[in-house]
């Protein structure tokens, strides 16, 4: 991570030379309530990163306090998502674990006059806050004696309350200028089942107080967060004070990370996989750590993308170029480079002896020469790029047309001789001609010619599914600008045509590519092996990213 933008790091430095601390815990705090995304990335990558630099640990722990939303396919996908990243926790621990200790934090304050039962619904406490500019007013039940706040609290345990008919109150100062230190819910009432502790419990933590008693069970020293919950650090202090947790973590903050042309909050995703807008929460097109995956990004690409973005305070819109840059950077020396036709138009090269078949030594990387070499057919009848040839091409048009000669990469110059069209007038077939003294590798310098196609020799040839991808959503920065009560929503910025599903051809060398292998396109980019929709009959490849694009890092 760069040193300069990584204030984090320099507090930590300065807490280990210090020696305020001696060691680095720190910790990655999912709810499991939806699938990783990039942003939650930039948090994996700050958390297990730095401890990992200061020889530390970092524990995956599930903030499982909302019964209502988590889900164990949710656990499972993080769970897999932080290992892909290439990241190793401690430990692995449930918010609910610790229940126990919390609730008997919970009555630790009560004790101590610090904490009360309320039987205001959340309407009215909600209308007692104030505002910014307000103070609050102070609840009625503010004054319950210890011992009936006692009572109460554990009647609300055994289960003797309807949902929202109590909760258990800190009672800070309805006068704070910060509205989360009025007497904020610290436990409410849901009679619901949790996926980790199934009906033992009724009540539960609010996330505001059972965060901070989290990171001091765990002893976590730097406990990392986003900035929205700068406000909520008083808070989280006065918790771990007044509870007397024996480890004090220190809360910092960092800036959320946003992608351009997608969309980010769990509430946005869940809606566009529940509603069939896209393939499930790892479809291609999603900023999903699966989806990510599926498409055909490596780890490498984006640790390292999130370590360029940066770790600054500031909220920012990361251009989704940057990401494809990095892909493009981790994959150019890695991975094979072959030839496929996503659109076939069938080309018979008429003076080529029939029945025939050569075989071509090509490179596999000519940046990356160790890969070696492949061999791949040549006959009579092969496949080029139906977007290579044009009847009547402008200036400058240095691909196929009547009359024009280019050079078939790896193989020989052909020159077209005859367009050959269907009843309506549309080109089915090229004749061309082959001239054999210009085989590729020959060192052949007679002439020159300006275009060099991929093709693929049609005899051989598999056929293969290619899917291409453009940005999920129109709108640039579609989440920052989004205001409430703006009577369109994010639906109403899809591209409908972010999916394009083609039908072509590959060289037959790739017969056994496996699911998730990665290979340049010549001329096409960068593409995976699909691992939902590839079969024994068919492989599917996602693009990942073209070759070019106009960013400049
Ligand atoms: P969402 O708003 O999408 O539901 P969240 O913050 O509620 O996200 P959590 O599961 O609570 O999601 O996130 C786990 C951790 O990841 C938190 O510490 C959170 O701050 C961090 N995180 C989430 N989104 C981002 C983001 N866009 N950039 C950086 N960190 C993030
Ligand atoms: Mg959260
Ligand atoms: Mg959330």
Request: glycine share 6%; with cysteine; charged share 30%.
């Amino acid at each position: 991570m760069e040193e300069n933008s990584n204030f984090i790091k320099t507090i930590i430095k300065e807490d280990l030379e210090s020696g305020k601390r001696n060691k680095v815990v720190t910790r990655f705090p999912p709810e499991p309530n939806g699938y990783l995304h990039i942003g939650h990335a930039k948090s994996i990558v700050i958390n297990f990163g730095l401890a990992d630099e200061f020889n530390g640990q970092t524990n995956l722990r599930f903030d499982d306090t909302n019964p209502l939303k988590e889900d164990q396919e949710f656990v499972d996908s993080i769970k897999e998502d932080v290992a892909w990243l290439g990241y190793e926790w401690e430990n692995l621990r449930y918010a609910s674990d610790y229940f126990d200790e919390m609730y008997e934090r919970a009555v630790l304050l009560i004790k101590k006059g610090k904490a009360f039962v309320d039987d205001l619904s959340a309407d009215q406490i909600r209308e007692y806050r104030g505002t910014l500019t307000e103070p609050g007013k102070e609840s009625p039940f503010r004054n319950r004696s210890i011992d009936e706040n006692l009572d109460l609290f554990e009647r609300m345990r055994n289960g003797e309350f309807a949902n929202g008919e109590k909760v258990l109150r800190a009672k800070i100062d309805m006068a704070s200028p910060n509205i989360n230190l009025r007497d904020p819910v610290i436990y409410r009432i849901s009679h619901t089942s949790h996926h980790n502790t199934g009906d033992m419990w009724c009540i539960y933590p609010m996330y505001a107080f059972a965060h901070p008693l989290e990171d001091a069970i765990e002893g976590v020293t730097h406990s990392l967060c986003t900035t929205e919950f700068e406000d909520q650090r008083p808070f989280y202090n006065w918790v771990v004070a007044e509870c007397e947790m024996e480890n004090i973590p220190q809360q910092i903050e960092f800036g959320r990370l946003n992608l351009t042309n997608t969309v980010m909050s769990k509430r946005k995703l869940k809606q566009l996989v529940e509603e069939n807008y896209v393939d499930g929460w790892d479809d291609p097109r999603l900023p999903t750590i699966s989806g990510l995956r599926r498409r055909g990004f490596t780890p490498e690409a984006i640790r390292e993308f999130v370590a360029a973005a940066g770790v600054s305070k500031g909220y920012s819109t990361v251009d989704a170029q940057m990401l494809e840059h990095f892909v493009r950077e981790d994959l150019k020396l890695k991975v094979p480079r072959t030839m496929g036709v996503l659109k076939p138009l069938k080309v018979v090269i008429t003076n080529y002896p029939e029945g025939e078949v050569e075989w071509l030594d090509a490179e596999i990387n000519p940046e990356n020469p160790e890969m070696g070499t492949r061999k791949i057919p040549f006959s009579r009848e092969i496949y080029v790029e139906q977007d290579d040839f044009m009847e009547n091409p402008p200036k400058k048009y240095f691909r196929l047309f009547p009359g024009n000669e280019v050079r078939l990469k790896h193989a020989y110059f052909i020159k077209c001789e005859e367009v050959i069209k269907d009843e309506n007038g549309n080109v089915v077939e090229l004749r061309c001609t082959y001239d054999p003294e210009t085989k590729s590798g020959t060192g052949f310098t007679g002439r020159k010619v300006k275009g060099t196609l991929h093709w693929v020799d049609a005899t051989h040839a598999i056929p293969a599914e290619f899917r291409l991808y453009e940005p999920l959503i129109l709108d640039s920065d579609k989440e920052a600008s989004e205001e409430e009560g703006e009577d369109k929503t994010f639906l109403d910025y899809m591209n409908k045509n972010s999916l394009e599903i083609l039908q072509g051809f590959i060289e037959p060398n790739m017969k056994e590519a496996q699911a998730q292998d990665k290979f340049q396109f010549f001329r096409h980019g960068y593409f995976n092996v699909d691992p939902k929709h590839t079969t024994e009959e068919k492989l599917v490849f996602n693009r990942i990213v073209s070759l070019k694009s106009s960013f400049k890092l």
